[in-house]
């Protein structure tokens, strides 16, 4: 299946966990990909494992959260595909803490990656999308956004924004001719957790010492195959941003192995 041959992608955190594997798929289906991420090491290793396929892909390190990386990430990247038909926004942090303990400038700095840094991306990228084939944006919310999972207030505030931003994109653009979805993974082992939900970028290690455990027990998917890989949400976003998807715009998918009912 080549749904993405000359087909010219960026995928923002594509040097780690699901992004990685994003960019992975969508070269296998035949793209031309650049893979942004704040990570050189992250970056090299997924061209590493892009084997033959490395001759299609390009790398730009690029903070979202600031403005001017954000400005040349995206510049650099619309160079090297001579153009831009899709745009994945899979970048992003995770922090776990008790709220009465999180400090405004933690809460700030989940809210400047995860919703500003998605928004600067997609700002930036807008006009290379309107010169693109089938233009398709792909944000990454989360089944936080909807659901309760405690001690992740700032990044539910977060993935909440991402999904509501998503629909007005999608409302705006659609008679230009841009797709706008998102997708809410949840119980997936990627590169922001240690493979049974807990966080590793977290303020401490993983939740919090006190942390109510019987909780996060309710995380667990109910298909009974536990956590699982980047390429389960990678599928779906390759779907999403290809021909495949030309009827979808302004909606979510979630992809939770039925954590969440």
Known sequence: MNRYEGRRVLVTGGGSGIGQATVLRMLAEGGRVVAADVSEAGLADTVAKAGDAADRLGTVVMNISDEQSVKDGVAA?????GGL???V???GILRSSHTHE??????ETVIRVNLVGTFLVIREAIPALLEGDGAAVVNFSSTSAMFAHPYMAAYAASKGGVQSMTHALAAEYAKQGIRFTSVQPGSIS??????SGQSKQSQGPGLPEDADMMLFMKLQPALGQGFAGPETVASVVAMLASDDGKFITG??????????F
């Open 102 to 107: 999180t400090t405004l400038d933690q809460f």
């Open 89 to 91: 926004n899979a970048a």
């Open 251 to 260: 909606t979510e998918v979630r992809i939770d192995g039925g954590t969440h």
């Open 85 to 87: 038909d899709a745009v």
């Open 77 to 81: 990247a619309v160079a090297q595909l």
């Open 190 to 195: 990627s590169g922001m957790t240690d493979g």
